[in-house]
């Protein structure tokens, strides 16, 4: 039980981790499109618009490229993203399965020692009764003895003659 709480905790760590470092690219990556916001807006605020449309050197040819390699990696990230998650899902469908069938083989286990258990305790109790009833059955049979025989003891032995029934009371010997 402590090694899957252990291991939900490590995937939901590393979960963690990626998420905050695609977090943190996504967030760079915003901060550099304001910022080139800020520059096409103060250049066209300067008044150098011209300059801006000349050539491969202009602001918005700049601003183009940025642009088309950052929606690339906006792409790749979102790519990683999917992939992970998917991972993620499949490593908890597997994690689900395994707990199912550590459940059913648990549940299987106590049905089997309970079972085990049971039949040893009848087998046992069985036995025991059995006994019982064989010392019951041979202090019977010592107690008909001395009673039937009692009067071919010796005067002493009888004196210090204690039989007692089944429930504990003094049997007379001599009737």
Request: aromatic letters at 8%.
């Amino acid at each position: 039980m402590h090694k899957q709480w252990y291991q939900r905790r490590v995937r939901g760590a590393e979960r963690e981790k990626l998420q905050a470092r695609h977090d943190k690219e996504v967030a760079g990556l915003k901060a550099t499109v304001v910022e080139l916001n800020q520059a096409l807006s103060q250049a066209l605020a300067e008044g150098t618009s011209r300059s801006a449309h000349a050539g491969s050197g202009g602001v918005f040819h700049l601003y183009a490229e940025e642009k088309r390699r950052m929606e690339e990696q906006v792409r790749h990230i979102n790519g990683e993203n999917h992939k992970l998650r998917a991972r993620v899902k499949k490593l908890m469908e597997e994690l689900q399965e395994k707990e199912d069938s550590m459940e059913e083989e648990i549940e299987r286990v106590k049905e089997h020692t309970t079972a085990t258990w049971d039949e040893q305790y009848r087998s046992w109790m069985n036995k025991t009764e059995q006994k019982m009833s064989f010392l019951r059955q041979s202090n019977e049979n010592m107690q008909g003895f001395l009673i039937k025989n009692a009067r071919h003891l010796p005067f002493g032995a009888t004196d210090e003659l204690k039989i007692f029934n089944e429930y504990g009371e003094k049997v007379t010997v001599f009737q």
